[in-house]
């Protein structure tokens, strides 16, 4: 039971590991801090970081049961938003609508409140994304991260793992992913999945 809870707390965090291989058009590209349309390892390895640090919420040095059960308790007092500990579907709504449109938000790059097709796109290859995938394979993946057994994630490990899948998409390995081989990538990882 504790190893169940432990993955699906980390789960997010080991997709993100695979940001630089995700869907083009979705969070991967936000690794790409230099703007030149490819993911070096370095800008992984920052992003990495980033992620890690917001998730590990205690610090510890590890992703657990224990930040899984404090980030869990975070949306819930977010959510909450009279604080009389429940969640009413008026908040439930709010709390969607909120999410909703920060996402828009960040998709309209141009900011004129209207999506291009392009950013439209962007949305629609988020969705069919690494998200949906969160059970028996973001499971597996999790596994294999907790390479000592001891139902923790390391920093070491989660960075281990999301490298290598790095290194594996990085067909010419100049050290960066492009859209092409991140795409390559992506459809690799969906066709190994269908086996």
């Not at 789960?11 to 790409?32: H, Q």
């Not at 793992?161 to 459809?187: H, P, V």
Request: aromatic share 4%; glycine share 10%.
């Amino acid at each position: 039971m504790k190893k169940t809870i432990l993955f699906s707390t980390a789960t997010a965090m080991l997709m993100a590991g695979g940001i630089a291989v995700a869907a083009p058009g979705d969070r991967g590209m936000r690794a790409d801090t230099n703007g030149d349309g490819a993911v070096s390892r370095s800008e992984l390895t920052q992003s990495l970081d980033q992620r890690f640090a917001r998730m590990d919420v205690n610090g510890d040095g590890f992703l657990s049961k224990e930040d899984r059960e404090a980030k869990q308790a975070e949306r819930f007092a977010k959510m909450d938003s009279n604080g009389d500990g429940q969640v009413s579907q008026a908040e439930m709504d709010a709390a969607r609508a909120a999410r909703e449109a920060r996402h828009f938000e960040r998709r309209d790059k141009d900011g004129n409140g209207t999506l291009s097709q392009e950013e439209a796109m962007a949305k629609k290859g988020k969705g069919k994304g690494m998200r949906g995938h969160r059970g028996g394979r973001g499971m597996a993946m999790l596994a294999k991260a907790d390479s000592n057994g001891d139902q923790k994630i390391s920093k070491a490990e989660f960075t281990s793992m999301a490298t290598a899948r790095f290194d594996q998409a990085d067909a010419n390995k100049d050290g960066k992913l492009t859209s092409e081989e991140r795409q390559a990538a992506w459809k690799a990882m969906r066709a190994q999945w269908k086996k």
